[in-house]
């Protein structure tokens, strides 16, 4: 199968059974450049994240996980930002025109791309070792995006969702077939759901906010950085999932602190406004906890029955 026929039979959905065409995709895939119209009175915010073979996920990785991370992994970056995701164009290396394998990793991308009502309009495919970047772009009233940096000593520091289930998974995937627990984990490395519309709520509540991409505590510490402030955290107050707990009793906490791919939102709150989060969380699928306040200073100290807890540096460097 040649370049053009794969783009047309995978990816151009005009011409097949046809997704959700946004009304403001005015020129999608086909031409040499997209044309996409944003309403009048918001910003357009943009983000690009790869994910490669080896390096964000294990050779042999199902091809549906692999289209659903590389879109999920951007979609979170919106959410982070408290953006609506809009449109993505996706370049793509292919080892080869496996059409079974491009097959499965569309379903996966555009059931996700469905569910959030964000259009694909372009990209690129070349032969080369597997790879995805996805290039999102969404939008946001002007002054509404979330930014890293406005955090202030005295806020709460949240996070949602159960961190540390990801990385279990992960590590549990070259396994066989094993329980109930095993398998949720599992799921939560290879189809984490991005948090876009936590995100978009959390817009005039949350004062900074990132998402977890490489670890609790690191992507946290890049939160304070970037807001000049320090932490003081209660790894007992982390929310280990019941399934984190019975498949790595011992290792829970350092799963949840140190291990990345969980996309998970972590927030900070001014003491004013977490009444309000607390009533909007409670209509939320998606647990939200609270586990820190901002100090002054700078750095993240974590205590656990009240004695300080070392987090150990395992952060995956790329180079
Ligand atoms: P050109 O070489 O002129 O850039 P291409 O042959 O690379 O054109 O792409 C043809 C059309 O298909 C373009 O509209 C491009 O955006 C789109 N396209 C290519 N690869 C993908 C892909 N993986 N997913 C979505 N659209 C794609
Ligand atoms: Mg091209």
């Given at each position: 199968m040649d370049e053009r026929t794969l783009i047309s039979t995978f990816f151009d959905r005009r011409r097949g059974?046809?997704?959700?065409?946004?009304?403001?995709?005015?020129l999608g895939i086909g031409d040499d450049a997209a044309v996409l119209r944003l309403d009048p009175g918001y910003d357009l915010v943009a983000a690009t994240d790869s994910i490669a073979e080896g390096t964000h996920f294990p050779v042999g990785t199902p091809a549906a996980s692999v289209g659903h991370r590389c879109l999920a992994v951007n979609l979170s970056d919106m959410a982070a930002m408290a953006a609506e995701p809009l449109w993505f164009s996706l370049a793509l290396s292919l080892p080869e025109a496996d059409e079974a394998w491009v097959g499965e990793f569309a379903r996966g991308l555009f059931a996700l791309a469905d569910r959030y009502a964000v259009e694909l309009v372009g990209g690129d495919t070349v032969r080369g070792p597997l790879a995805a970047t996805v290039t999102i772009q969404g939008r946001a009233r002007p002054g509404c995006t979330i930014r890293r940096s406005g955090a202030a000593p005295g806020d709460g520091i949240w996070v949602t969702g159960n961190p540390g289930d990801a990385v279990a998974g992960r590590l549990l995937?070259?396994?066989?077939?094993?329980?109930a627990a095993a398998e949720t984990l599992r799921r939560r490395f290879l189809y984490p759901e991005p948090r876009v519309r936590e995100g978009l709520a959390l817009a005039g509540i949350a004062s900074a906010m990132l998402d977890v991409s490489d670890g609790l505590d690191d992507d946290l510490r890049k939160l304070l950085a970037a807001s000049r402030v320090g932490a003081d955290m209660d790894a007992g107050a982390l929310p280990l999932s019941a399934e984190l707990r019975s498949v790595r009793a011992g290792g829970a906490v350092e799963c949840a602190l140190t291990?990345?791919?969980?996309y998970e939102l972590c927030f900070t709150v001014r003491p004013p406004d977490e009444q309000r989060l607390r009533e909007l969380a409670a209509s939320w699928t998606v647990p939200v906890t609270r586990i820190g306040t901002v100090v002054t200073g700078s750095g993240c100290r974590w205590r656990l029955r009240g004695g300080a807890l070392a987090v150990p540096d395992t952060t995956y460097r790329h180079f």
């Amino acid at each position: 199968m040649d370049e053009r026929t794969l783009i047309s039979t995978f990816f151009d959905r005009r011409r097949g059974a046809g997704g959700p065409a946004r009304g403001d995709v005015i020129l999608g895939i086909g031409d040499d450049a997209a044309v996409l119209r944003l309403d009048p009175g918001y910003d357009l915010v943009a983000a690009t994240d790869s994910i490669a073979e080896g390096t964000h996920f294990p050779v042999g990785t199902p091809a549906a996980s692999v289209g659903h991370r590389c879109l999920a992994v951007n979609l979170s970056d919106m959410a982070a930002m408290a953006a609506e995701p809009l449109w993505f164009s996706l370049a793509l290396s292919l080892p080869e025109a496996d059409e079974a394998w491009v097959g499965e990793f569309a379903r996966g991308l555009f059931a996700l791309a469905d569910r959030y009502a964000v259009e694909l309009v372009g990209g690129d495919t070349v032969r080369g070792p597997l790879a995805a970047t996805v290039t999102i772009q969404g939008r946001a009233r002007p002054g509404c995006t979330i930014r890293r940096s406005g955090a202030a000593p005295g806020d709460g520091i949240w996070v949602t969702g159960n961190p540390g289930d990801a990385v279990a998974g992960r590590l549990l995937l070259p396994g066989p077939a094993a329980d109930a627990a095993a398998e949720t984990l599992r799921r939560r490395f290879l189809y984490p759901e991005p948090r876009v519309r936590e995100g978009l709520a959390l817009a005039g509540i949350a004062s900074a906010m990132l998402d977890v991409s490489d670890g609790l505590d690191d992507d946290l510490r890049k939160l304070l950085a970037a807001s000049r402030v320090g932490a003081d955290m209660d790894a007992g107050a982390l929310p280990l999932s019941a399934e984190l707990r019975s498949v790595r009793a011992g290792g829970a906490v350092e799963c949840a602190l140190t291990g990345g791919d969980d996309y998970e939102l972590c927030f900070t709150v001014r003491p004013p406004d977490e009444q309000r989060l607390r009533e909007l969380a409670a209509s939320w699928t998606v647990p939200v906890t609270r586990i820190g306040t901002v100090v002054t200073g700078s750095g993240c100290r974590w205590r656990l029955r009240g004695g300080a807890l070392a987090v150990p540096d395992t952060t995956y460097r790329h180079f």
